[in-house]
């Protein structure tokens, strides 16, 4: 049976162009499974059968699942049995976080003297925009799609903000650090001679000089994260990682759903779990009782009667 996917995602006006990109992919899978099927005869078990044979994962699962179930609803198919499937959301485990020495390997790829120094001189138009991605992921605490979505009009360095639009369609305004705004300014202005006049985005390809898509920035981070000898790192790696190193530096859990645009402190906790028990360690404050004072000892301060010393 062949699945009317085109004409259903373009009546989607409620979805983003990446969100339809998603769907339709989704529904691809579906529909070269299905083949000369009939789809009103299709059960439950044998949509199962089809996740099993994929190999997917929990998320992938239920993702399928609502996709179709859409799919299934415009079509007008309301007694279709996959209407009333469900599928159980397992709240996964949490992903990688990186660490700040990973994220200096990952620059040192970008073939920038001194990471951190701002010395570009003699480096690519390639190095150049490599490195403003990695500082601009640390900095911002953005996801990959706000990052590919991102117009160079939503950005002020002068204010040193930058305005995504996040999930639901919102727009929502995040900080840059003073690293980060020396970078892009010496980004813009590569980006002024390469990019293409239909452009809009902060960053764009290298090579075409079009908007960098979601999948460029894939494979331009897994590209570095090969050449620094880490293993598969993906763009949210550094959201979780902005949010490890949050925690290790005792910020607030108000500020860091701020810094992460999260609505909700489930889901700010949920990042939370990426902080190991060993990185916690690096905060522990080990109990000394010396001489009966009780006092709580670290590498850098003696904490005692509410007052703290450097060592």
Known sequence: MTLQIDTYIAERYDLAASSKATVAKH????????????????????FEAWIEEKGWGNSMHTASLGFIQGYLKWAGMKEHPLLGHKVKRRK??????????EVF??????????PGSGNFHGVSAQGIRDYAVLVFLW???CRATELCEVQLRRLNLKKQEVVFKVKGGAYETAILGPDARDVLEMWLMVRAEIARSTARG????TVTGKDLTYPSLDRLIRRL???????????????????????????????????????????????VGSVSLEHL???QWIQRVDGGSGEMVNDQFTISSGRSTRM
Not at 202 to 205: E, K, N, T
Request: charged fraction near 25%.
């Open 27 to 46: 529904l691809g899978y579906w529909a070269a499974w299905l083949d000369d099927r009939d789809l009103e005869a299709v059960g439950i078990a044998d």
């Open 92 to 101: 996964p485990a949490p992903g990688r976080a990186l660490t700040k020495e």
């Open 105 to 114: 390997k990952l620059l040192a790829q970008c073939n920038v003297i001194e």
């Open 139 to 141: 900095s911002t605490w």
């Open 202 to 205: 902060l960053f764009v390809s």
């Open 225 to 271: 994260g090969k050449a620094a000898g880490l293993k598969v790192v993906s763009a949210h790696d550094f959201r979780r990682g902005t949010v490890r190193q949050h925690v290790l530096e005792g910020g607030s859990d108000l500020e860091g759903m701020a810094r992460g645009r999260w609505k909700s402190h489930s889901m700010y906790r949920h990042y």
């Open 281 to 283: 360690k690096q905060k």
